[in-house]
Nanobody
Framework: QVRLVEFGGGLVQAGGSLRLSCTAS????????MSWYRQAPGKQRELVAM???????SYADSVKGRFTISRDDAKNSVYLQQNSLKPEDTAVYYC?????????????????WGQGTQVTVSS
């Protein structure tokens, strides 16, 4: 059973910083791309940042220059450093990862989601 668990959300004033972390556990053979999504009240879930298995990052235009995604493959973890936070960054942030596990007949690659962590930025 694979699980993704996020940490690091909270309440911060505009201009402040937070660091989100997400760790995968279970019988994991390989983790490919890892991503952070967010969903604000009344809005659709949107991609914030992703990092490939080779470590190449990409960002939504709304967070470029303020957020940094990184990963530590030894710890099966992905991080999101959030700087210069704005009230419009308020949302539940979700970790997503493409993970390969072993099955009796071979291997299978599936997308997994964390439970979400709330980030609230006050003005």
């Amino acid at each position: 059973q694979v699980r993704l668990v996020e940490f690091g959300g909270g309440l911060v004033q505009a201009g402040g910083s937070l660091r989100l972390s997400c760790t995968a556990s279970g019988d994991i053979l390989h983790i490919d791309g890892m991503s952070w999504y967010r969903q604000a009240p009344g809005k659709q879930r949107e991609l914030v940042a992703m990092i490939t298995g080779g470590g190449s990052p990409s960002y939504a235009d709304s967070v470029k220059g303020r957020f940094t995604i990184s990963r530590d493959d030894a710890k099966n973890s992905v991080y999101l450093q959030q700087n210069s936070l704005k009230p419009e960054d308020t949302a539940v942030y979700y970790c997503n990862a493409r993970i390969t596990i072993a099955e009796p007949i071979g291997t299978i690659t599936t997308e997994y989601w964390g439970q979400g962590t709330q980030v609230t930025v006050s003005s």
